[in-house]
């Protein structure tokens, strides 16, 4: 099993930067890729960012140049960070880290607890 534990998420006004970790703990050795959804009130859940394993990276059409996500790894911790600049009002939404693994050739889904973002205008 994976456990993730977000961070960084609050209140900041339009034009301004967050930054969102996630420390995923546990097998972290299954993981395939991380990445960070958001839910908006009255909008389905969408893929802001993902990194796989192996370095590659996919955004979202409206956050590309604006977000940036990357890894690092320690002995027992996988930890991905989601950095947001220029942020808009559109981007408020309450943002979940994703971890994707497998194992014994199955694939399974962890997702952490939800950290709210909201952008003033």
């Known amino acids: 099993q994976v456990q993730l534990v977000e961070s960084g998420g609050g209140l900041v006004q339009a034009g301004g930067s967050l930054r969102l970790s996630c420390a995923a703990s546990?097998?972290?050795?299954?993981?395939?890729?991380m990445g960070w959804y958001r839910k908006a009130p009255g909008k389905q859940r969408e893929l802001v960012a993902a990194?796989?394993?192996?370095?590659?990276?996919?955004?979202a059409e409206s956050v590309k140049g604006r977000c940036t996500i990357t890894t690092s790894r320690d002995n027992d911790k996988n930890t991905v960070y989601l950095q947001m600049n220029s942020l808009k009002p559109e981007d408020t939404a309450v943002y979940y880290c994703?971890?994707?693994?497998?194992?014994?050739?199955?694939?399974?889904?962890?997702w952490g607890q939800g950290t709210q973002v909201t952008v003033s205008s």
């Open positions: 994703n971890a994707d693994t497998t194992v014994l050739y199955k694939s399974w889904a962890y």
């Open positions: 546990g097998n972290i050795f299954s993981i395939d890729a």
């Open positions: 990194i796989t394993a192996g370095g590659s990276t996919n955004y």
